[in-house]
């Protein structure tokens, strides 16, 4: 099972928005809407930002969205904080009832 | 709020097993499915199994098939990780989490460290 394939790097100043691509094949994106995002700092557990492709759980700043068009998500990061400056990690339930992560994606605020 | 809580990790030799162990205290253990979830040092997040609610279906990354087993003890709130035949390339900080197809992986411990090595 190959990860999902995100840029590794992403950058933008204060107040700017980036998006982050999570590519993959059709089938491990095997169930429409199970794709999430993960927040993860240095040395932290991750953290849910983003569920069922573009859900926010409570707690989580609008600023953050997600989508999806065929074979490929993604996230977009509004009016960017140095707070939001982490890895970001998609990831998707596939076909084989298994998940896969995305390979990550660093945010240099 | 939902707390998890990993034990068990520590320094292996390589061919040796460990069984990981995750806690959930006060919370309905018994409704979640339950995951592991890993990553190496300096690298991403790779998913390694699943486990219902009630224990009767597992599903793990097929690279990990016959070597880790996930199970669960819904009597003493408790997900465990069975690995054998452990190699080098399986040191990573091994995560446990609650979640579902629908809401993702929604709570995480902190995550305990399991390092193969001679």
């Known amino acids: 099972q190959s990860a999902l394939t995100q840029p590794p790097s992403v950058s933008g100043s204060p107040g700017q928005s980036v998006t982050i691509s999570c590519t993959g094949t059709?089938?491990?994106?095997?169930?429409?809407?199970?794709v999430s995002w993960y927040q993860q700092s240095p040395g932290t557990a991750p953290k849910l930002v983003i569920y069922e492709v573009r859900i926010r759980p409570s707690g989580v700043p609008d600023r953050f969205s997600g989508s999806k068009s065929a074979n490929t998500a993604s996230l977009t990061i509004s009016g960017l904080q140095a707070e939001d400056e982490a890895d970001y990690y998609c990831c998707s339930y596939t076909a084989r009832d298994t998940y896969v992560f995305g390979t990550g994606t660093w945010v240099t605020v | 709020e939902v707390q998890l809580e990993e034990s068990g990790g520590g320094l292996v030799q390589p061919g040796e097993s460990l069984r990981l162990s995750c806690a959930g205290p006060g919370f309905t253990f018994s409704n979640y499915w339950m995951h592991w979830v890993r990553q190496s040092p300096g690298k991403g997040l790779v998913w390694v199994s699943q486990?219902?609610?009630?224990?009767?279906?597992?599903t793990s990354a097929e690279s990990l098939k016959g070597r880790f087993a996930i199970s669960r003890d819904n009597t003493k709130n408790t997900l465990y990780l069975q690995m054998s035949s452990l190699r080098p390339d399986d040191t990573a900080v091994y995560y446990c989490a609650t979640g579902d197809v629908l809401f993702g992986l929604t709570f995480w411990g902190q995550g305990t460290l399991v390092t193969v090595a001679s």
């Open positions: 059709s089938s491990d994106f095997g169930h429409d809407n199970s």
């Open positions: 486990i219902r609610p009630d224990g009767s279906t597992t």
